[in-house]
């Protein structure tokens, strides 16, 4: 029966593990510093900022999207392609809306 030596097999899993771990370290550093840095105030105010945004536009969704819809159904003898357009608009509303 052949010999097989296990000791650097093992040896080299150990230097794939200890590469491994020192990434995710790293990685977990980068993070840990991106959240400090978003405690600062000014990128506070930035975030609530673009989190009201977002309910802003997901409110004129909710409330223009069944008025344009309705508005739409009463369009007669326009061409199909005007109404892909605007079925594509009524789909895209948050999109239009949060949209700088």
């Not at 650097?8 to 840095?37: K, N, P, R």
């Not at 989190?51 to 909710?62: E, M, Q």
């Not at 819809?69 to 061409?79: F, S």
Request: proline content about 3%; overall charge positive.
């Amino acid at each position: 029966m052949a010999r097989h030596d296990q000791t650097t097999a093992s040896g080299q899993d150990m230097l794939q593990f200890d590469q491994i771990f020192d990434a995710g370290q790293s990685l977990l550093g980068q993070a840990e510093a991106f959240i400090m840095t978003m405690f600062r105030t000014w990128n506070l105010y930035q975030l609530a900022i673009a989190v009201g945004l977002f309910v802003v536009a997901h409110l004129l969704r909710v409330a223009l999207g069944p008025r344009i819809r309705a508005w739409m159904a009463t369009r007669e003898n326009w061409p199909k392609w005007r109404m892909r357009i605007l079925a594509v608009i009524h789909q895209r509303l948050h999109a239009i809306f949060s949209s700088p």
